[in-house]
């Protein structure tokens, strides 16, 4: 009895301690918890360092590493409005400067990795520092064909992976982003996704990329390409809308950063027939709503390219990144439902992936490719600032 | 047969007795009689009924008029107190609707008020009619059900018509050939549904139009049956051999767990 009173005694006295940095962990699977905490007590040897998750032994831990209980997180994939609301909570409560939020998978992580990511937020005054995972060749597609040409182009922030589950950011920016994840919770949307770069962009925050090396990305649980692309571009085309009055301000872009590894190449060309069937069979079919969203030009590109043969496929820039315009303000418009639309969406994503692989399997960089993708984006935005003010003009 | 005789015989003999001229004064004097009491009805039915068009058409344009004033005010009070400010601080900056919430509030309000208008209309109308009900009017409840009709058709026309671009999108991205069909026999079968609904609650046609219709929508199903079942049966074979085999899905649309496509990952 007179132990048990003790402990909470000791644990109560920890959990109204203060530290450095909170590492939030509650997104981490049970299995892997032990390997992150091993790698942050390497990465931070010295430092005061509470972290959230499932209980833990005391006696193998080092003594400036905490741990305290947190609800945890069941989703495996990406965090979630909840998980940004608690680390928030428990950050002002134990007036951390820093809170650092590693998902599944973490355990992957370098710990340099780790200290890396905390210490832009820690010492360098970076409001969000997100991390740049080397990943393997032809991953990320989504990534790198919408979500980082749009955020670039829109909100002139060069991260190149905006939907991350690995965050480092300040007292402020958590702050923010649980202000968010409230609204979300109140709208009951639990499994909504966060922009933490569009967030800090329109709050005027400091945004930075950490290289961090390789890392396991988690994956949904549904792998389905109609389910992960309706539900990834469907977010950030609402984000896009609500921030509407930000981004058709020019801004200037960011500094480019040299990264030091891009992907190994890799040969994903096996696929590239099936793509381009499935674009053609789209271009054939789905005309009628097509032509509610796209323009007369685009439509003829898309007829002209569609007689391409597979191996020489390709989705000119200019194209892709007007293509995506008019999806956003139909999305705004709601021209066409809205799952309608998403799911109109997705043969011609398939037509920009077969072209990718296509441009890589020639010997072209991907990362070159991307980079040019996401410069067509930045040089049409224009048009999207016009489509949106006067969308009537287009019409005819 | 001698008595049928002896009738016919008399009747001759009587016809040969009568007048062989007509009274054309008398003739004139029946018709213009009918027509007389026909003008007189219809004059009647219509002195009976016109106070209570006059009335819909008075009830309508005064709502419609209180309508576009109330809409007015509330677009310059809901303004001055800035209340889509207001509400998009409350609800966050995801307002769903394309239209501001002050311009809905409006619109709401003036149509409201014309609703108002109209059912006053109607039931003063109604009333009218009622006055007169020895009159033969049947064209009252026939236009009620017409207007109910076109709700109907107006309904299935739009339901035909989303039902068949998600059907036509998802048999796109799974790669059916015969997507286009499929979308077509999809909205078709709305679409007739929605006309034996209309024609029944018209009350036309009676055991004819859903004779009709059962054989109709039948056939489109049988069709589309064959069609599909026909069509897909490359499909059908080799989602169950993926599943015997427990090789992962073997989808038209190349997915990450794909094995020829173990290189790809969308996200």
């Not at chain 1, 389910?227 to 020019?250: C, H, M, N, Y």
């Not at chain 1, 418009?333 to 994503?349: E, K, Q």
């Not at chain 1, 398939?350 to 040019?372: F, P, Q």
Request: hydrophobic residues 50%; proline residues 5%; aromatic residues 8%.
């Amino acid at each position: 009895m007179t132990t048990e009173e003790s402990t909470t005694a000791s644990t109560s006295t920890i959990d109204q301690a203060t530290a450095d940095l909170l590492v939030v962990g509650s997104a981490i699977p049970p299995e892997q918890f032990e390997a992150v905490l091993t790698n942050l007590a390497e990465a931070f040897p010295v430092e005061n360092v509470m972290v959230t998750g499932q209980d833990h032994p005391a006696a193998n831990l080092p003594a400036h590493l905490r741990i305290i209980s947190a609800p945890q997180s069941n989703n495996a994939w990406m965090l979630r409005p909840a998980d940004f609301v608690n680390a928030y909570e428990i950050g002002r409560e134990h007036q951390v400067r820093a809170i650092l939020m590693l998902g599944s998978g973490a355990e992957s992580l370098k710990p340099q990795a780790i200290r890396d990511l905390a210490d832009a937020a820690l010492s360098r005054s970076i409001d969000l520092a997100i991390p740049h995972y080397t990943l393997p060749a032809n991953a990320g597609l989504i990534n790198s064909a919408i979500l980082y040409p749009l955020t670039r182009a829109l909100f002139a922030a060069r991260t190149r992976l905006p939907l991350t589950i690995d965050l480092g950011v300040s007292i402020r920016m958590a702050e923010r982003l649980a202000t968010v994840g409230k609204r979300f919770a109140a709208a009951n949307q639990v499994d909504a996704l966060l922009w933490p770069v569009n967030e800090a962009t329109v709050a005027g925050f400091a945004v930075d990329e950490v290289e961090v090396g390789t890392r396991d990305v988690p994956q949904p649980s549904d792998v389905d390409i109609n389910t992960i692309l309706a539900l990834v571009t469907g977010s950030l085309f609402a984000d896009i809308e609500a921030k509407a009055a930000f981004w058709q301000r020019p801004r200037r872009l960011s500094p480019a950063r040299i990264h030091l590894a891009g992907p190994a190449r890799a040969d994903g060309t096996a696929d590239v027939p099936r793509m381009v069937e499935a674009f053609r069979l789209a271009n054939s079919n789905l005309q009628e709503i097509w032509s509610l969203v796209l323009p007369p030009n685009s439509l003829l590109a898309l007829k002209r390219i569609s007689v391409h043969d597979a191996k020489v496929f390709r989705m000119p820039e200019n194209l892709w990144a007007r293509i995506i315009f008019d999806f956003v303000t139909a999305y705004r418009l709601r021209t066409i439902n809205r799952g309608h639309l998403l799911g109109a969406l997705i043969p011609l994503y398939l037509a920009w992936v077969a072209g990718h692989l296509n441009v890589t399997a020639s010997g072209t960089s991907s990362e070159r490719h991307i980079e040019a993708v996401a410069a067509a984006f930045e040089a049409d935005k224009p048009y999207l600032v016009a489509r949106w003010r006067w969308p009537d003009r287009f019409n005819s | 047969m001698q008595s049928l005789m002896t009738t016919t015989s008399l009747t001759s003999r009587f016809a040969l007795a009568a007048p062989a001229y007509i009274d054309d004064g008398s003739i004139w004097h029946h018709i213009s009689d009918a027509l007389h009491q026909s003008l007189y009805r219809v004059l009647t039915l219509l002195i009976a009924v016109l106070p209570g068009i006059v009335a819909f058409f008075v009830a309508l344009a005064i709502f419609t008029l209180c309508g576009m004033l109330i809409s007015w005010l509330l677009r310059r009070c809901l303004s001055w107190i800035k209340f889509d400010l207001r509400l998009a601080r409350l609800s966050g900056e995801g307002w769903g609707p394309t239209s501001p919430p002050t311009e809905i509030v409006a619109r709401a309000s003036f149509w409201t008020c014309v609703l108002f208008g109209l059912i006053i209309g109607v039931s003063a109308f109604d009333a009218s009619y009622a006055t007169g009900a020895a009159l033969p009017i049947s064209l009252l409840p026939y236009v009620t059900h017409a207007v109910g009709a076109v709700f109907l058709l107006i309904a299935g026309i739009l339901i035909a018509r989303f039902l068949a671009r998600s059907v036509l999108i998802s048999a796109v991205n799974a790669q059916l050939q015969y997507a286009r069909f499929l979308s077509l026999g999809v909205k078709w079968l709305v679409l007739v549904l929605t006309a034996a609904m209309v024609l029944d609650h018209l009350q036309v046609g009676g055991k004819i139009v859903e004779l009709a219709f059962g054989i109709l929508f039948g056939g489109i199903v049988l069709t589309l049956a064959l069609a599909v079942g026909l069509g897909s049966r490359d499909l059908v074979s080799r989602s169950l051999e993926s599943h015997v085999e427990r090789t992962g899905e073997r989808g038209p649309i190349p997915h990450t767990t794909s094995p020829s496509s173990e290189q790809i990952r969308h996200f």
